[in-house]
């Protein structure tokens, strides 16, 4: 594929809250955000019995990274079972504080309220100011605004005071002007030997014929994606900003794909990309739709990536 030409960070920012500012109501009750308060895919990996459980997937996978960081420190990290809940103790009194970069509504945060235990304190950045508010809302709801709060602005803007003992990534990686502004920003909110978690898409390859190419590009313009690249390159961008890749895994096996054949699969989300209708959720349907001829056609993978900040 060739070189995608430079991005403007500012205007790509603009985009992106307005395209949430403008479906997350939808995203909310037409989907299964409606009682997980989640706005990404389903993994049904061994083990998952219900749908809850699938979009709680790669929130367990994140307790249980938080948990380890606990108990490398020599705060015993709870009884180990993320699913469980009621863990997490923190070394010697401290919080266990935790960022949750692009946090929609605060599912996840709520979530890990309840698996990692009372030592849980954490901050959502959301670029959505309705997201926010409903994430703040939610909290309040639960019992948990003292423990958890959430901001809205860019993340590469906002100045977070704390230093964080684990930050994540859900769907959000990939919505960033460029891969090296997330890590660079993300490595400046993390405790030396804290990590960091990314679950997202990536392409499997970065060269494309042309037919592939404009899967590609419906699918980065319908969700407005302009980090989606190659593991490799998010590496190095990683690395540049200090932070080690320590695990990958391929979660791509365990989403569901729509029962339509390849052929008919790319045309459907060409023709619907063509369509010029100025519905944000419109935008939003032609995406998802390139997304899944792109995962037909082994273009995109979904994967969890562990990064470490150098120092701990």
Known sequence: MA??????????????????????????????????????????????????????????????????????????????????????G????EP?????????????????????????????????????????????????????????????AVPVQARFHCAFAIESFVHFPEPGSFFTAAARSLEPGARLVVVDDFLSVDRHSPRERRLVLAFKAGWILSSLCTVERAARSAADAGLRLVDNRDLSPFLSQLPLAPPVLRALALLVAALPLPWSYWRSTAGSLALAACQKAGLVQYRCLVFEKAGG
Do not use: K
């Open 96 to 156: 266990l504080r935790v960022l949750d970069i692009g946090c929609g509504v605060g599912g996840s945060l709520l979530f890990l309220c309840r698996a990692v235990g009372e030592a849980l304190q954490g901050v959502g950045v959301t670029i959505s100011p309705r997201q926010a508010d409903i994430a703040r809302r939610q909290a309040r709801l639960r019992g948990l605004a003292h423990r958890l709060s959430f901001v809205a602005g860019d993340f590469c």
């Open 90 to 93: 923190g070394a010697g009194g």
């Open 3 to 88: 070189a995608d030409p430079p991005v403007d960070g500012a205007r790509t920012a603009r985009a992106v809250r307005d395209y949430y500012e403008g479906n997350t109501r939808l995203f909310l009750s037409l989907g299964i955000g409606a009682t997980t308060l989640a706005m990404r895919r389903a993994v049904w990996a061994d083990g998952v019995e219900n749908l809850r459980q699938s979009v709680d997937y790669v929130n367990v996978l994140i307790a249980a990274e938080i948990l380890a960081f606990d108990a490398r420190r020599g705060g015993g990290g709870g009884d180990g079972d993320a699913r469980r809940g009621g863990g997490g």
